[in-house]
C-alpha cells in the first residue's frame, strides 16, 4: 500500500452507505500513521449492532478504538497525537445523540470547533449529508438537519481536504 500524507483535517461526506466510512478508513491507513477510530455510534438495537459489528469486522486489528457518544472534542484533545490519524465516525450520529440527551447543540459544536486549535495530529470526520431531501414535517428533525448542515460548513471551511462519496466513488471537493 503507498503511503499518502494525511492533512490536519478531512471531512468525509456522503449519503448512507455510500461507502464514506470505507474510504475514510482508508485515507487513514495510506497515511502510515497508527490509526485511532473514535466511533460516536451506540448499539440502541439489533440492528445498530450489526452495523457496528460489520464496521469492526472490516477494520480488523489495525485500529485503537476509542468509543465516545457524547464528549467529541474532550476525547480529541486527549487522543490525537503527530504521530496518529484519528477518524471519527460519525458527525451524524454523535448529533443525534446529543439531541436524544438533550444538550446544548450550539455550545457542543462550538466546543468541538475550538478544539481542533489544538488538535496534535490529524482528523478526519466522517458525517452523513443529510440536507439533500425534503425540509422535515417535525421540529427535531428540522433541529437535526439545520445543526447538521451548519456542522458541515463550519467543518468544510476549516478542513484542509472535504471528500463527497457517492456509490462508494469519492469526489475531492476541497482542494480542487
Known sequence: MQRAPLPRLTLVLGGARSGKSRHAEALALTSG???????????GDGEMRARIEAHQAR?????TVHEEPLALAETLERITAPERAVLVD???LWLTNLLVAERDLDAATAGLLRSLETTRGPVVFVSNEVGQGVV????MARQFVDATGALHQRLAALADRVDLVTA???LTLKPR
Open 59 to 63: 477494520r480488523g486489528l489495525h485500529w
Open 33 to 43: 500513521l497508527a490509526c485511532h477510530y473514535l466511533a460516536t455510534g451506540t448499539a
Open 168 to 170: 462508494g466513488l469519492p
Open 136 to 139: 422535515p414535517m417535525n421540529a
Open 90 to 92: 460519525c458527525l451524524t
